[in-house]
């Protein structure tokens, strides 16, 4: 009975289950080989930094800072040099510089056009930083000097198409000149002769134009008109700039408008309308005049009369 007890017994096993490190996955893998990567990188443009010369980084910052003005102008740099690094050129066979892919691309029209446009452009954003730097400095010059800041309501600011506009304007109560006359007043010339020296470092030519109102003028009879008067004032104020130091060359015109151009159309006889223009021209202003007058190479100076419609002003 007890050989029969014990086979009848159940056999018990027992497992051991031993304790082991949590299951990480493979993502250890992934960022070590992001690491091995970034690493590999690095040294690459390490060792790239040290294999390229100046010329070829400064190509290379010139393409990506302005990639249109290297791709038509050229120039020194990366674009087609023998590095490990070319680009930024057209023609990348070239063992030096930047270069066309041929001879013929140069009389492309297209391409000529598209060159002027972005030196125009180029030209056209650096004048815009001068004439910007020159307004803050005469605005200074205003506000600093005593005698100045009295009349500075007088003296207006503008930026416009064709350059920075100085205009200094009549007053009822302190006119810029003698009634009828083209005698300058004391307090103009101050004016006129600070704004002188303001621009005697000033690049740009200068246009200079006088301006009246539409008030009748009493000697009109006598063929004298306000055409003449207007030219004779802007005349005058070109001395005072000249007396100042500004050089005699860099006015480009000197011209009476008469009232063909009033600032107040709404009372043509209001005193704002009695003025003179002083206009730091962009270079494209003056190109354009320099052309209307047939002579890009150099300034001309005018002090003559506009005839473009009737005026009586003074």
Do not use: C
């Amino acid at each position: 009975m007890a050989t029969d007890a014990k086979k009848l017994q159940p056999i018990i096993v027992k497992k051991i289950k031993k304790g082991g490190h949590a299951v990480h996955g493979g993502a250890w893998k992934i960022a070590y080989a992001d690491f091995v990567t970034a690493m590999m990188a690095f040294f690459l443009l390490m060792w790239l930094l040290g294999s390229t010369t100046e010329g070829d980084k400064k190509g290379l910052s010139d393409y990506f800072s302005a990639p249109l003005k290297v791709s038509m102008m050229g120039g020194n740099g990366a674009g087609a040099s023998n590095s490990v690094l070319p680009g930024g050129g057209s023609d990348l066979t070239q063992n030096a510089g930047q270069s066309r892919r041929s001879s013929t691309d140069g009389n492309d029209p297209v391409k000529k056009k598209m060159a002027l446009e972005v030196m125009k452009a180029e030209v056209a954003k650096q004048d815009a930083k001068k004439l910007a730097a020159l307004s803050a400095k005469i605005s200074a010059v205003i506000s600093s000097n005593p005698k100045l800041a009295e009349f500075s309501s007088q003296i207006r600011l503008d930026t416009t198409p064709d350059g920075l506009q100085i205009q200094i304007v009549d007053d009822q109560k302190r006119p810029m000149f003698d009634s009828g006359s083209a005698s300058v007043k004391p307090y103009m010339r101050d004016i006129l002769r600070e704004i002188g020296a303001a621009l005697i470092d000033v690049e740009n030519k200068i246009s200079l134009d006088g301006h009246t109102d539409r008030s009748p003028y009493s000697n009109a009879d006598r063929g004298y008109s306000n055409w003449e008067l207007s030219a004779d004032r802007a005349n005058a104020s070109r001395r005072e700039l000249v007396a100042a130091g500004l050089p005699d060359d860099k006015l480009a015109r000197v011209v009476g408008l008469g009232s063909s151009n009033l600032i107040d159309t709404i009372n043509p006889l209001s005193p704002a309308n009695r003025r003179i223009s002083i206009i730091v021209m962009t270079r494209e202003a003056e190109e354009r005049l320099m052309g209307s007058a047939h002579s890009p190479a150099a300034a001309t100076q005018e002090s003559a009369t506009t005839s473009v419609a009737p005026a009586n002003s003074h």
